[in-house]
């Protein structure tokens, strides 16, 4: 009995041993110790040394409520000195935006702030399935405090935000507070614009006439693209193309080139990307639907971008008769197309409607004679806080490390029929990119609420900037704002014109609007040759004179009249400043000598008026933010001698 | 002659205590009707025994707790059930017997029962025979009951434990459980 | 027979000791399990951001209760939990000095008691420049008056 | 050499005023020891050899004792930990686990003990019933045992909700619909268990309660109960 005793009193000790072992060994210990060792190599005094605890570090972030213990292996996260160091020690980039006290890690980073192991913290696990995110959807965070306006911090998240506007997602899946919007053309008429072997081809697959487009492909069986097409085009046009009466095939590719229109549209893969490639356009629609509409395309679909032309109707036939001839795809051979229409002839009106309502296309595109029944997909709304158990990954064997609610977004994205056959969403064929860039977008849709102190939005929200009277309708017209900014509306693909009024001169802009040409050397002429009428630019200009104009300018009208710019000693004085002391030729020309990085200065007095070019010089980021002109801060007498240089610098002829 | 409170307190604790420790004697306790030799002190006999029955448990439970850590899962949320949601091990029996019938009978009546019957059992079984034995053949019936209540009670435990998937569908240990 | 006796003996007295040693080591165990390894309470010591953050003067923190004083470049940061009854004491710039609102405790600009019913003076702080250009501050340092963190402007 | 070791440790006034006597050598010390001590409460002075065979009883009661008193030292401690509140109860399982010295221990103790202590308290009980160890004078006592057994699955139940992870939740909200289907008072019976409609905080609270305080006072009595009616029915069982 005491023998008994005395051995199971030892085990006792030996299990009680092993206790505090088990204890005492924590898995953060070995990187506090590396840490420490690096720190001597870094050049840790001995006082830094001594203060390298071996604890558990913790950030308690009461109002976002959280705790996050990355620090007690993320050891050097606010060190400048650990760089270059490997991970888990090395610094923080963003430091000084995000401090650690206010916002800690996992706000941003996710994972599991509690835990002091790799594979708890970082994740997932059985009890924490949200996973640390990866780089690639790090952003989707970002939205918690600063909204989707980020543009540039957040520029994934911003792509996926337009994406998802522009995908037509909102079509098949509701988002609260976001606007359903059917984003494709409306299918009202579409007998009268495409040909039935077209559309029979292109719903098998869109990608395949324009690789670009945003349709995506519903891998349809030849039948249902058959039945589909058939209820599309209920009756097949019997007129022939050819009656079209064509006009000069020379004269139209003079006009095409002169109207810029490559500006917009591309044709084999070269030109703008704001309208469809137009290489094959001829195979898909009607001539006569080609001149109704370069005649007046906004009023076959008023959401277009395509600016109204003041083209002749004989302008127009030229066009159309080069398009007709030089746009079509060779390789389709003539009898393919009759038995095409032929195989859509037999196809089943009936089974097409039932498939266009299955397949949610009135989410889109208006529909003759189909109801549209809302949103027939998952409503998206806090898809961010999805659970992973609600997450079916079907058949796919998946680990459990890639068990996570990005991974299975993005691999929807990617392949959205992957995990169940039979499954409705088509397939939009995104690279790795635009699927990263949607699932960081769906990510950021949660309802997790941070405190209103953590707030703060960095972008600016869409404008609603939205003219009337006869300038709203000249803007309208031209779609002048599908390329050029106004008070925060519109593309970055031209000047922003806020303030145009107090910049350009009226007779430069009468002159510009009629034979646009690139102001910067560099740059291909985009500016589109809009056919716009005299009187037209007539209430351009008076609009841009009296609404679009900055103060800062206009007050300069004083001091400018006092300035002795036509003196020839003040102009000799600018001359050079402008190419010795500043040496402005760097960068911009006149009379084509000089670096082509700014703007051509030639002529510059003729185009700009005065008062913009003293205000301009003297602070060139207080308009253009981003300009990469220096701020050189020059003195009144020297800005006064430049401006007059400026002035005299005429083309020479 | 009048007797006093403190006198009568002490008379009356006289007539109560019939017996007083005297003395300790060396030498067996007169046990009526028994031998002697059929006792034995209680030190160190049973206490060093008690002590390492401690020990045992003790190592018992620091075992377990060095090799298997306690569960938890993710926070409770109300919103996302697991399924199937299981109540503890020693209540599966009862959750079984629920996915039966009604639950009145499963959840109510029948443990309800049990623990009236059982507290019972000495009021019915009166016998005098087979007191501290193991499985004494006077008790056959006896223990055949209650052997089949104990493996009822387990039999349940079992099969609502690993026998039981989602919504509550019956799926063999080595069977898989559909993933939805 | 006695040296097997003997040998028994010892053995008990080895079962007691492992005995011994394993409940005192669970005692033990015990206590340092109640010693907490983390805190649910702000940090003692803290970053208030860049120097060039608080311009020439006494800038009150309201967050860390504490000011931070610019005297030229030179930075101190004192408590702004008063001595007497933890009141927030007001700078008064016009006069120099802290002012109580609660019991009337002044402080001089150099937190020393001048007036009203605080027993001590108000504590500096040790303040440090980080690596990262950050004014860091250690709440459990006291420093006397006369230790200055100096930036060259 | 060891003689004076043993004689500083063990003849000094302290050490005997804690232990009366010295080595009990003699039937009459270990008599003593036993009376003069605690254990007269519990134990007799002397006892049949045959009840201390292991096989009699397995030792299973007193293992079911021990591991109530292994609950209790470890919940006590635990407590120190634990907040009973929905947003801080499961960060203490985290804290208990990532951060605090020997909290993953205490807790897995705590556990396991809990579950051992289900299955070996039914195991005491099918033990005294399969040695008839219930009949008289002894009904009392297995009636109190039955309720004990009861008393270790409210227990067990209680603390199952603590950790407030979706095992816990769960299991409760299954159990509190159980506790519905009762006749004419379920309802207001589970609004009383839970606090409310929902298992939340209330319920949380109140499981809690009933965890630290309640049925372990509850347990405490019954086993002093049960421990006491042990002695006073004379011992294990044995045949006549």
């Excluded at chain 1, 064929?429 to 102190?453: G, I, N």
Aim: with cysteine; aromatic share 12%.
């Amino acid at each position: 009995m005491k023998r008994i005793f005395v051995i199971l009193s030892f085990l006792i000790l030996l299990f009680y041993i092993w206790q505090i072992w088990k204890d005492y060994n924590r898995p953060y210990l070995v990187y506090q110790k590396e840490f420490k060792e690096l720190l001597k190599q870094k050049g840790g005094g001995e006082a830094e040394l001594d203060d390298v605890k071996f604890v558990v570090r913790q950030r308690w972030l009461e109002k976002l409520n959280r705790v996050d213990r990355c620090e007690t292996c993320h050891l050097g996260v606010e060190d400048p000195r650990f760089v270059d160091a490997p991970q888990p020690y090395t610094t923080h980039p963003d430091a000084d935006k995000h401090s650690f006290e206010r916002f800690g890690c996992t706000v941003c980073h996710g994972g599991q702030g509690l835990a002091t192991s790799v594979e708890d913290a970082h994740g997932p696990t059985e009890d924490w399935y949200k996973a640390i995110s990866s780089d690639n959807f790090l952003e989707n965070s970002c939205s918690k405090c600063h909204g989707d306006f980020i543009e540039q911090e957040a520029p994934v998240l911003a792509k996926g935000r337009t994406m998802f506007k522009e995908y037509g997602c909102r079509g098949c899946h509701n988002v609260q507070g976001l606007e359903r919007v059917k984003v494709a053309p409306p299918l009202v008429k579409i007998g009268e614009k495409v040909k039935i072997d077209w559309l029979y081809r292109w719903l098998q697959n869109p990608q395949m006439y324009l690789p670009e487009t945003k349709m995506p492909n519903f891998q349809l069986t030849k039948e249902e693209a058959a039945d589909m097409t058939r209820f599309l085009i209920p009756r097949v046009r019997i007129k022939d193309p050819d009656n079209f009466e064509g006009g000069s095939y020379a004269r139209g590719k003079r006009i095409l080139s002169e109207s810029r229109c490559v500006t917009c549209h591309s044709f084999e893969g070269k030109g703008g990307d704001i309208g469809p490639d137009l290489a094959k356009v001829s195979s898909k629609v009607y001539p006569e639907w080609l001149f109704e509409w370069i005649k007046n395309p906004q009023a076959m679909r008023p959401d277009t971008l395509m600016p109204a032309y003041g083209f002749s109707d004989q302008d127009i036939r030229d066009l159309v008769a080069f398009i007709v001839e030089e746009y079509i795809d060779l390789e389709l051979e003539d009898d393919v197309i009759q038995q095409n229409i032929q195989f859509v002839e037999s196809a089943n009106v009936g089974r097409g409607k039932e498939l266009i309502e299955k397949y949610g296309c009135t989410g889109c595109h208006e529909i003759e004679g189909v109801e549209d029944r809302g949103e027939i997909g998952l409503d998206l709304t806090a898809i961010g806080d999805s659970h992973i158990s609600r997450m079916d990954f079907g058949m796919i064997e998946v680990s459990h490390e890639e068990r996570t609610v990005p991974n299975w977004l993005y691999n929807k994205m990617k392949n959205p029929r992957l995990f169940k056959a039979g499954l409705k969403m088509p397939d939009f064929t995104f690279s790795d990119l635009e699927a990263e860039a949607l699932t960081t977008y769906l990510m950021s849709r949660s309802k997790e609420v941070v405190p209103a102190s953590y707030h703060l939005h960095l972008g600016e929200r869409p404008s609603d900037y939205n003219p009337q009277g006869e300038f709203g309708e000249i803007l309208d017209n031209y779609r002048c704002l599908v390329c050029h900014t106004i008070n925060g509306r519109g593309g970055d693909l031209a000047p922003d014109i806020s303030i145009e009024g107090s910049r350009v001169k009226e007779k430069w802009l009468k002159d510009f609007m009629k034979t646009p040409y690139a102001i910067r050397p560099i740059l291909v002429e985009r500016m589109p040759r809009l056919k716009i009428s005299d009187s037209e630019v007539e209430t351009l200009y008076s609009y841009f004179r009296t609404t679009l104009v900055d103060d800062r300018v206009e007050k300069l009208t004083g001091s400018v009249k006092e300035m002795s710019l036509k003196d020839p000693e003040v102009i000799s004085l600018g001359k050079d400043l402008y190419y010795n002391k500043y040496a402005c030729n760097a960068c911009h020309q006149v009379n084509l000598k000089g670096g082509t990085i700014g703007p051509d200065l030639t002529s510059v007095g003729e185009r700009l008026r005065t008062e913009w070019i003293v205000y301009y010089l003297s602070d060139p980021k207080a308009f253009l933010k981003r300009s990469i002109e220096p701020v050189y801060d020059f003195t009144e007498k020297e800005l006064e001698a430049l401006t007059a240089f400026l002035l005299s610098a005429k083309e020479k002829k | 002659m009048p007797v006093s409170d403190e006198q009568r307190m002490s008379e009356q604790e006289k007539d109560l205590k019939s017996y007083g420790l005297m003395n300790l004697v060396e030498g067996e306790t007169p046990h009526v009707g028994k031998e002697p030799e059929e006792m034995t002190t209680t030190w160190p006999h049973l206490l060093v025994k008690e002590l390492n029955l401690f020990y045992l448990v003790m190592i018992f439970i620091m075992g377990m707790s060095v090799f298997f850590d306690a569960p938890l899962e993710e926070m409770a949320n109300p919103s996302v059930t697991p399924n199937p949601a299981k109540a503890p091990w020693y209540f599966l029996g009862l959750q079984e017997l629920l996915s039966w019938g009604p639950p009145f009978w499963g959840g109510i009546f029948v443990p309800t029962v049990g623990v009236i019957i059982l507290i019972l059992v000495p009021y019915i079984d009166r016998s005098r025979v087979g007191t501290g034995l193991w499985f004494h053949p006077s008790r056959r019936l006896y223990n055949i009951l209650f052997t089949v209540f104990v493996v009822v009670f387990i039999g349940l435990i079992i099969v609502g434990t690993f026998m039981r998937g989602p919504i509550w569908g019956f799926y063999w240990p080595w069977e898989p459980w559909p993933t939805h | 027979m006695s040296s097997e006796h003997d040998r028994r003996d010892f053995l008990t007295y080895l079962g007691w000791f492992a005995t011994l040693g394993t409940f005192g080591g669970i005692s033990v165990a015990s206590a340092r399990y109640m010693v907490p390894n983390i805190l649910y309470e702000p940090p003692k010591s803290y970053k208030i951001g860049k120097p060039q953050d608080y311009p020439e003067g006494v800038n009150f923190l309201p967050d860390k209760r504490i000011f931070v004083v610019n005297n030229g470049g030179n930075y101190k940061v004192i408590s702004a939990v008063c001595t007497h009854m933890g009141c927030t004491p007001r700078w008064i710039a016009e006069k120099d000095r802290w002012e109580c609102p609660c019991h009337g405790s002044i402080f001089n600009n150099k937190g020393v008691v001048i007036g009203g019913p605080a027993p001590k003076p108000l504590p500096w702080y040790e303040v440090t420049l980080g690596s990262d250009n950050k004014l860091f501050v250690n709440e459990d340092r006291i420093v006397p008056f006369s230790q200055v963190l100096t930036i060259a402007a | 050499m060891i003689e004076k070791v043993k004689n500083i440790v063990f003849q000094n006034r302290f050490w005997k005023s804690v232990f009366r006597h010295g080595m009990p050598v003699n039937a009459r010390l270990r008599s003593e020891a036993v009376m003069s001590n605690l254990f007269l409460h519990i134990h007799p002075v002397k006892i049949y050899k045959d009840s201390l065979l292991f096989r009699k009883t397995l030792g299973l009661g007193l293992i079911s004792f021990y591991l109530f008193f292994i609950l209790c030292i470890t919940g006590i401690l635990l407590m120190f930990y634990y907040i009973p509140h929905v947003q801080r109860a499961y960060q203490d399982m985290k804290d208990l686990e990532f951060a605090v010295s020997f909290g993953m221990i205490l807790r897995n103790m705590h556990r396991w003990g809990a579950h051992s202590m289900v299955a070996l308290v039914f195991l005491h009980m099918c033990r005294v019933f399969y040695t008839a160890g219930y009949r008289h004078p002894r009904e009392f006592n297995w009636g109190v045992g039955v309720i004990l057994f009861v008393c270790t699955l409210a227990l067990s139940l209680t603390g199952y909700l603590l950790p407030w992870d979706q095992l816990a939740f769960w299991a409760i909200t299954i159990v509190v619909n159980l506790i519905e289907t009762m006749p004419i008072i379920g309802d207001d019976l589970r609004y009383l268990v839970v606090g409310g409609t929902l298992v939340g905080q209330n319920a949380l609270i109140r499981f809690y309660v009933m965890h630290v305080m309640v049925l372990p006072l509850l347990v405490t009595m019954l086993i002093a109960v049960h421990f006491w009616r042990i002695r006073k029915d004379g011992g294990l069982a044995r045949p006549e």
